[in-house]
């Protein structure tokens, strides 16, 4: 694999994955204990995480998924003939598409790893050495990182030129994968290409900086009230001053992907080519465009008020970047090769070097003679003729004459590697190739003259390379935040408040909004710690799955810093959001990692299980669920599950409504859905069989359906006959049992439930009736 650094790397596309991840797991006692580093080949930010994580690992393949790798390197012995770990197979399972790289064992070393982190650390980064510097896992991984970065790169990074961070997760909400797929968040699950997620409502940023920042910041929402009330500030400012909006927007997306240039200027190629020396002279042009770019900002920023954009603006007045710059003279080139090539000559502003001085004056001597020579051929043949420039063939010559009318039908003999396309015959001759050579051999001089003021100029830059950290960050940032404004431009969002409530007025589904042709019907959404459980339930397809998704998406829009899609909407800060569709083994991922500041979101939990133990796999997760202060919003299609908010006060029940209309057509009975939420629950009984009688399903299906459904009522009614307590404590008892059985059969991680069943039954034990089968079984 390469990196090449050209001049067009600079502003490539930037949504192809660039992150490289090295992950390392402590052994014997230390196992679970993970150590990781990563970088971004777009973008000289090495970040730092350990951790430790349970059997699941949901933590590292959450990160990893976040940080989207294009490699993952492991120790060779993760995976020893026959020997491999969990880890190692977890992720190699999670990451199909990703280039895997096993290295020696040995370059997981965190005494090297703290030797590099205090060799190109930027000295403004280095509160990180404090932070990392017992975190021998993550120390051993950057080793392993950077080595091999440098390897393939066939660069070594400049001495303190790279941030490092330190990522803990404290400082941003937990959304694990399953969640943020399950909510769309990045990635549409129907179609990868048609940007109906929340990152394509929001993505209305100019630059590929701050399409990044707007991406990872919706995977990993802030927890911080201030910070995001700092932003939001930002947000009101935007919509209310539309001439701050406007000019902020024309100067950023003039804006060249920052975060990239840095990571090709940082970087310092193990030999000299020309080719590098081509690419830093390019990269060094496009820095000038960059910084060119400071002065507009910083007017655009000047009668901002909010103190985040006023911080922006202070930091911008930091001009210590802008020393040796004036050294380069041309502006950012214009299209084409040739002033590309020319812009390169002239990069350096003359009397600085006379030598360099000399040596483009005999280039532009050359360059001359070769027109002057084309002017003569033109003359001498009596044809009209063009001089040409290709980066392949260099300066050649071009005519479209018709070649019919030519002595002998054909161009001149003199002319050599003739070609034809449409009319025009492109062509060279001896001498122009001579004077090419010459050209090439006083442009080699040229540039190198030039890249060694530009090495010297870049080791000037470096002293200062946290200015352009900063100028990266500003970029992105308000990129992102303008991006935030353009969406409310776009609907009715409003800015939300941080309470200890979750209260939605009228909110809807962003997504939603954006494909359907009508806008969605709002709903009200309400929580508080006293009202911290809801249990929605409503026919199938009347709104279910679509409103709770609704309510997950609108706290991360809020805790991102975005304004929200209703009428007036406060949030508490969740510091974790799950959310689960259907498949019964993920509770029990919630039930380890959920606490009481979670934001959980269930729907149709036990959808694939039989209805008895549907029922009774819903409940023990409402049991353990409700004894948390987290808000959890349930939906469900087991209507007994709805008879708990006799038992528990936390308990609110809320219901879709339908109506049923009567076809013009003949007698049959339609559902029409109203998409709006109401109090209690659903008085819509046996909706499945509903809907199955007008499908078409044959009719003896119907009927069985219809008998198993009477069975089950049956037994359920007959346990209603027992006194609520005594009811819920033998339900939860035989859901115990029910869910070991599940576990058993299913791919249920077995260890995590069995602590927690075992907790269960501890419980219960002792008010509980012996049951009939052996719980020693388990
Ligand atoms: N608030 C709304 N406004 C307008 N249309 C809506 C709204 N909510 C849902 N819909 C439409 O109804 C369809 C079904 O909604 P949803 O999948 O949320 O129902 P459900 O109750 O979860 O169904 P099921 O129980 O079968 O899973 C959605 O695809 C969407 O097009």
């Not at 701050?210 to 911080?224: A, C, K, T």
């Not at 947000?235 to 100067?251: C, M, R, S, T, Y």
Request: hydrophobic content about 35%; glycine content about 4%.
């Amino acid at each position: 694999m390469g990196y090449s650094v050209t001049s067009s790397s600079a502003v490539s596309a930037h949504t192809a994955a660039s992150v490289i991840v090295a992950v390392v797991e402590g052994r014997g006692l230390a196992r679970g204990e993970v150590g990781m580093a990563s970088i971004d080949l777009k973008n000289p930010e090495v970040i730092l995480s350990q951790f430790s994580d349970n059997t699941t690992y949901a933590k590292v393949i959450t990160k990893l998924k976040i940080l989207t790798p294009l490699e993952i390197i492991m120790s060779n012995t993760a995976c020893d003939a026959g020997n491999t770990t969990k880890l190692f197979s977890l992720i190699t399972e999670h990451f199909k598409n990703v280039t895997f790289t096993t290295v020696q064992r040995k370059y997981f070393n965190e005494t090297k790893g703290l030797e590099y982190i205090e060799q190109l650390c930027a000295s403004e980064f280095s509160t990180i050495f404090m932070e990392v510097q017992s975190k021998y896992y993550c120390l051993a991984a950057a080793a392993a990182l950077l080595k091999y970065v440098e390897f393939i790169q066939n660069s070594v990074y400049a001495p303190k030129s790279l941030k490092v961070r330190f990522q803990g997760s404290e400082k941003t909400a937990m959304i694990d994968s399953s969640s943020a797929q399950n909510l769309e968040l990045v990635i549409n699950n129907r179609d990868s290409r048609n940007g109906h997620t929340l990152f394509g409502v929001l993505n209305y940023t100019k630059t590929p900086g701050g399409s990044r920042r707007l991406r990872s910041s919706i995977l990993e929402p802030l927890v911080d009230a201030e910070t995001i009330n700092t932003r939001l500030d930002c947000v009101q400012e935007l919509l209310q001053d539309e001439e701050l909006f406007f000019g902020l927007q024309a100067v950023i997306s003039k804006f060249l992907d920052t975060e990239q240039l840095l990571s090709v200027l940082v970087q310092i190629p193990k030999q000299d080519t020309v080719k590098t020396a081509e690419s830093k002279i390019t990269n060094l042009i496009y820095l000038k465009h960059t910084l060119e770019l400071v002065e507009p900002l910083k007017a655009a920023l000047r009668s901002c008020t909010t103190p985040l954009l006023k911080a922006y603006y202070n930091s911008l007045e930091d001009t210590r970047y802008l020393s040796g710059l004036e050294t380069l003279m041309l502006r950012r080139c214009t299209k084409g090769c040739l002033s590309m090539r020319t812009q390169k000559c002239y990069a350096v502003k003359p009397n600085i070097n006379e030598f360099l001085d000399i040596a483009r004056r005999t280039y532009t001597e050359i360059v001359d003679d070769i027109a002057g020579m084309i002017a003569q051929l033109a003359e001498k043949y009596n044809l009209p003729m063009k001089t040409s420039f290709s980066s392949a063939r260099g300066f050649f010559i071009q005519t479209n004459v018709d070649c019919s009318t030519l002595p002998n039908g054909q161009l001149p003999s003199e002319f050599t590697k003739i070609t034809k396309m449409k009319n025009t015959y492109s062509f060279t001759s001896a001498d122009l190739m001579k004077m090419n050579e010459r050209c090439q051999e006083s442009l080699r001089e040229i540039y190198h003259m030039t890249y060694l003021i530009v090495c010297k100029l870049l080791n000037e830059i470096y002293e200062h390379i946290h200015c352009l950290y900063k100028l990266s960050d500003i970029v992105s940032m308000l990129d992102m935040l303008l991006s935030f404004a353009h969406a409310c431009t776009l609907s009715d969002y409003v800015r939300p408040e941080f309470t200890d409530t979750l209260a939605i007025k009228q909110g809807w589904h962003p997504i939603l909004e954006k494909i359907a042709v009508e806008k969605p019907v709002p709903n009200h959404t309400y929580s508080t710690e006293g009202n911290n459980f809801v249990i929605i339930t409503g026919p199938n397809m009347s709104g279910k799955s679509t409103y709770l998704k609704q309510i997950a998406l609108c706290q991360i829009m809020a805790q991102i810093g975005s304004y929200v899609p209703a009428e007036y909407c406060s949030f508490r800060i969740a510091e974790q959001i799950f959310t689960r569709i259907g498949e019964m083994k993920e509770i029990t991922y919630i039930i380890q990692n959920a606490n009481d500041k979670s934001l959980v979101i269930i729907d149709e939990l036990g959808r694939g299980t039989s209805a008895e133990e549907g029922i009774g796999i819903c409940y023990a997760a409402c049991e353990y669920l409700l004894n948390l202060k987290a808000f959890t919003l349930f939906a469900t299609h087991f209507l007994e599950l709805c008879h708990i908010d006799a038992l528990y006060p936390n308990v609110e029940n809320y219901h879709f409504e339908v109506q049923h209309v009567r076809s013009s057509a003949g007698n049959k009975e339609k559902v029409a859905y109203t998409y709006a939420l109401s109090k209690g629950y659903t008085e819509e009984k046996n909706y499945g069989l509903k809907a199955a009688e007008v499908s078409s399903l044959p009719s003896s299906v119907i009927v069985d359906a219809k008998e198993i459904t009477n069975h089950i009522a049956n037994q359920i009614l007959h346990r209603q006959k027992s006194t609520p307590e005594m009811m819920r404590q033998r339900a939860v008892y035989h859901l115990a049992m029910r869910l070991v059985q599940t576990a058993r059969n299913s791919r249920l991680d077995p260890d995590s439930l069995r602590i927690y069943l075992k907790g269960l039954k501890k419980k219960y034990e002792a008010s509980c009736p012996a049951p009939e089968q052996n719980d020693e079984q388990q």
